[in-house]
Structure formats: structure tokens, C-alpha cells
């Protein structure tokens, strides 16, 4: 059974930066691309970032680009995302996503429950 | 980037009736297009990859179609499990944009 278990979510003030984490298990981790998708409070979902299995591929939402870096490491069956510079409109719940596809970005498959960060002063 | 829009919103409906929901894509999109179900404080679940495939597990009263720039979910003879928002997103080209969203209630 697919786990992905999100963590490094909390409050901190506009500016400052956070790194989310994203366990995964009970699938090949190295065989898949992955993805973060954040919902603000209320709202609709929105992809932010994605990466492919070898990390040759990144690709991130025009809101955050130059602002988060995606990351993996795949001896660790882990990904990652470094926020930095956030703002108040980042605020949202971020779930880890899987991908259906190692080599291409495509569409999410799986879902964590989501960590919940809050940019507010 | 490509803009994805829904219709209804929201769509007001009873047990066992016919529903569509429509998704349209500001430019085309080819069937690269996915349809996710989410229930109020539960993580989003695939329903429909590469705009008609049904993912393992999805029951067959839910169906997808179109292609290009326009789209449409389909769930025959709605159940009580089915009053949920649904989705779309489209994956032809990044950022991969989801619609706003269409909320399903009870008539």
C-alpha cells in the first residue's frame, strides 16, 4: 500500500523560509516522478512543483517559482520542498503527490493527508 | 499557461440522477486530462487519467469524455458516496493546472 507521510509544516512569519519533507513507502520510490499540490483554506487545489524519477526534470507554478526548490533523494525515499521568502498567500495545506509516470510529469495517483503551513505575522 | 475553467460550480442533484460536469482548457490540452473526486477534510482521489481511463477501483457509473479543449465528467445514477467536489486537471503542458472546481450537494 502507497504511504506518503507529509512533515515540516507550522506557523512562520512572512520572509522567513520552511523545508517540507515527504516520507514514502510500499511503492518503488525511484520508479516515480513525484509532486507537492497545496489547497488554501477553502479553496481549490493548485499544483506547485513536480520532479521525475532521476531529477533531470523540475517543473514548478509560476506563483513559486524562484521561491521553492523541490527536491529528492531517493536513497532515502524522500521528497522535498525548500520555501523560501514566503508569504502570506502560501498558506495552504501541502500534499505530497505521486505520479503515475517515472520520466514525465503527468498526474497524481497517490496523496499524503497533507501538512499545513501558516505565513502569517 | 493553460486556464482551466468548470461548469456548474455547483450542481444541485438527488440519488440516482444523471450528472455532467464540464471542463473546458484555454488552449488544447490533446486527452491529457485527469478528473479527482475530494470530500469535505479528505485527500483528493483519481477518478479519470488521460481524460476517459478509469483508475482501478473507480466505480463504472462514472465516465470521462472529449478531447482538445473540452471535456466532460459523467456519473450515471448518482449514489450517496458520489456528493463530493470534483476536479479537473490537465497535464499536457507545466504548470498543470487544475479547474476551479464543481461542488456536487443534495437537491
Known amino acids: 500500500e502507497v504511504q506518503l507521510v507529509e512533515s515540516g509544516g507550522g506557523l512562520v512569519q512572512p520572509g522567513r523560509s520552511l523545508r517540507l519533507s515527504c516520507a514514502a513507502s510500499?511503492?518503488?520510490?525511484?520508479?516515480?516522478?513525484m509532486h507537492w499540490v497545496r489547497q488554501a483554506p477553502g479553496k481549490g487545489l493548485e499544483w506547485v512543483s513536480g520532479i521525475n524519477w532521476n531529477s533531470d526534470t523540475i517543473a514548478y507554478a509560476d506563483s513559486v517559482k524562484g521561491r521553492f526548490t523541490i527536491s529528492r533523494d531517493n536513497a532515502k525515499n524522500s521528497l522535498y520542498l525548500q520555501m523560501n521568502s514566503l508569504r502570506p498567500e502560501d498558506t495552504a495545506l501541502y500534499y505530497c503527490?505521486?505520479?503515475?509516470?517515472?520520466?514525465?510529469?503527468?498526474?497524481?495517483?497517490?496523496w499524503g493527508q497533507g501538512t499545513l503551513v501558516t505565513v502569517s505575522s | 499557461d493553460i486556464q482551466m475553467t468548470q461548469s456548474p460550480s455547483t450542481l444541485s442533484a438527488s440519488v440516482g440522477d444523471r450528472v455532467t460536469i464540464t471542463c473546458r482548457a484555454s488552449?488544447?490540452?490533446?486527452?491529457?486530462l485527469a478528473w479527482y473526486q475530494q470530500k469535505p477534510g479528505k485527500v483528493p482521489k483519481l477518478l479519470i487519467y488521460?481524460?476517459?481511463s478509469l483508475e482501478s477501483g473507480v466505480p463504472s457509473r462514472f465516465s470521462g469524455s472529449g478531447s482538445g479543449t473540452e471535456f466532460a465528467l459523467t456519473i450515471t445514477s448518482l449514489q450517496p458516496d458520489d456528493f463530493a467536489t470534483y476536479y479537473c486537471?490537465?497535464?499536457?503542458?507545466?504548470?498543470?493546472?487544475f479547474g476551479p472546481g464543481t461542488k456536487v450537494d443534495i437537491k
Open positions: 510500499g511503492f518503488t520510490f525511484d520508479d516515480y516522478a
Open positions: 488552449q488544447s490540452v490533446s486527452t491529457w
Open positions: 503527490a505521486k505520479d503515475m509516470s517515472g520520466i514525465q510529469l503527468r498526474y497524481f495517483d497517490s
Open positions: 486537471q490537465q497535464y499536457d503542458n507545466s504548470p498543470f493546472t
Open positions: 488521460k481524460t476517459s
